[in-house]
Nanobody, 115 residues
Framework: QVQLVESGGGLVQAGGSLKLSCAASGSMLSINTMAWYRQAPGKQRELVASITRGGNTNYVDFVKGRFTISRDNAKNTVYLQMDSLKLEDTATYYC?????????WGHGTQVTVSS
């Protein structure tokens, strides 16, 4: 019912920046938590950052000080500003949103960091 469209991935040099966007559509129900996960080849999907409707944020240690999650509730969109990117950040990044009925996942956007 809720459709998620991620964008903003691409190829960037180490030390550079990217900004990911995830726009939710298809439902009038209020979205509670929005989050970004990532998955590298051969590894488990891991949480990167989350944000509540009220703007309360949480980050995993390995992105603190480099990544910033934000949201625009009027647009039902969550963003992930990624600065000082490292080779280890290379992964497929997935958007997750939660409303009263379900949990929804995007199809992912690829981020590749090169030296």
């Amino acid at each position: 019912q809720v459709q998620l469209v991620e964008s903003g991935g691409g190829l960037v040099q180490a030390g550079g920046s990217l900004k990911l966007s995830c726009a939710a559509s298809g439902s009038m129900l209020s979205i509670n938590t929005m989050a970004w996960y990532r998955q590298a080849p051969g590894k488990q999907r891991e949480l990167v950052a989350s944000i509540t409707r009220g703007g309360n944020t949480n980050y995993v240690d390995f992105v603190k000080g480099r990544f910033t999650i934000s949201r625009d509730n009027a647009k039902n969109t969550v963003y992930l500003q990624m600065d000082s990117l490292k080779l280890e950040d290379t992964a497929t990044y997935y958007c997750k949103v939660v409303n009263v009925l379900n949990i929804y996942w995007g199809h992912g956007t690829q981020v590749t960091v090169s030296s």
